[in-house]
């Protein structure tokens, strides 16, 4: 038993050395501008302020794979969400089909504790054509395919540059 708290206290000192706790921040521009940000069945500001929480929490998620003191600075300049709303009797719906792909083009920069700049660019283009053949992993989760582009990215293009295997 003395072997076993031992290694469990070796694991809580050692665990964050191997942490990574890197941060985002996200800036939005006017929704109203962005081309498919249309509300189903809620009000457009709360449902703009729902798509700006959840992006946020998704891009915070992703800044946290980055070391410690890194900052993951985006601005999303264009935003077309998957699926397309459409009438259905009473209620909008966002109907989710392979014809309505999703879009979305963003400017970023990543900085290091010191402020360096590490990896910036002024315009990222990511669309998903074939959004829905691929294997879709994990719960149903909301805005999926776009978080899904947009991690996409992050793991294939971003952090290379940033974490170099």
Not at 36 to 62: C, M, Q, W
Not at 69 to 79: A, D, R, S
């Amino acid at each position: 038993m003395n072997t076993v708290k031992k290694i469990a206290m070796a694991m809580l000192v050692a665990l964050p050395v191997f942490a990574h706790a890197g941060e985002a921040v996200v800036k939005w521009q006017d929704f109203n501008g962005y081309r498919d940000v249309r509300p189903s069945n809620e009000p457009k500001g709360s449902y703009h302020k729902h798509i700006a929480t959840s992006f946020e929490k998704h891009f915070n998620k992703l800044a946290e794979e980055l070391p410690e003191g890194y900052k993951f600075n985006v601005e999303v300049t264009e935003l077309d969400l998957a699926g397309d709303v459409r009438f259905g009797g009473m209620n909008d719906l966002r109907i989710v089909k392979p014809i309505y792909f999703p879009r979305i083009e963003f400017k970023y920069s990543v900085t290091d504790k010191d402020g360096k700049v590490l990896s910036e660019s002024d315009k990222v283009e990511l669309k998903d054509m074939g959004f829905m053949d691929k294997i879709k992993m994990g719960r149903d989760e909301e805005f999926y395919y776009d978080k899904r582009l947009i991690t996409d990215w992050f793991n294939k293009e971003l952090m290379p540059q940033i974490v170099p295997s």
